[in-house]
């Protein structure tokens, strides 16, 4: 799970669009959640994108089976992270708290959501979950030699 920029400031940051629920609270969720899907989970947020590219590296490197993320403000910018997300044969979905297509124009694309094999927006934490849900189950149903 990558998080992106401002996402250090869930429950802070404006919480009538974000949620007063903290990152340390939404990561011990999604802990919970990986455990019942019989995964694990390891949780990382960063506010600078050479940080984030080298993370997904990591899963490039085949360190991780799967990847969820949510770029933050990246996500309408970033090319970088974009031809990062493309250089990952494993699954990657972007997840966002909030609809983008409510919020302001800009927000309304998307730059490194056509590197990812699906995004789910709009269902605030519920978003994170379902994408860690559909990826167990990616995983588990996979040939023993993927």
């Not at 669009?17 to 995964?39: C, N, P, R």
């Not at 990382?44 to 993320?69: C, K, P, T, Y």
């Not at 409510?102 to 934490?125: D, F, K, Q």
């Amino acid at each position: 799970m990558i998080h992106g920029p401002n996402l250090n400031l869930l429950g802070q940051r404006e919480p009538g669009i974000y949620g007063a629920g903290s990152l340390a609270q939404l990561d011990t969720k999604l802990g919970e959640v990986a455990v019942q899907e019989g995964l694990s989970v390891v949780c990382r947020q960063s506010n600078h994108v050479g940080v984030i590219i080298d993370w997904i590296h990591e899963v490039a490197r085949g360190d991780f089976d799967a990847l969820v993320i949510n770029p933050g403000g990246y996500t309408h910018t970033s090319v970088a992270i974009a031809d990062a997300l493309r250089a990952v044969s494993a699954p990657a979905i972007e997840v966002h708290l909030t609809n983008l297509y409510t919020r302001e124009s800009y927000r309304h694309t998307s730059v490194t959501g056509s590197a990812c094999c699906g995004i789910i927006m709009g269902l605030g934490r519920q978003s994170y979950v379902l994408a860690l849900r559909h990826l167990a189950t990616q995983l588990l149903n996979r040939p023993a030699s993927s």
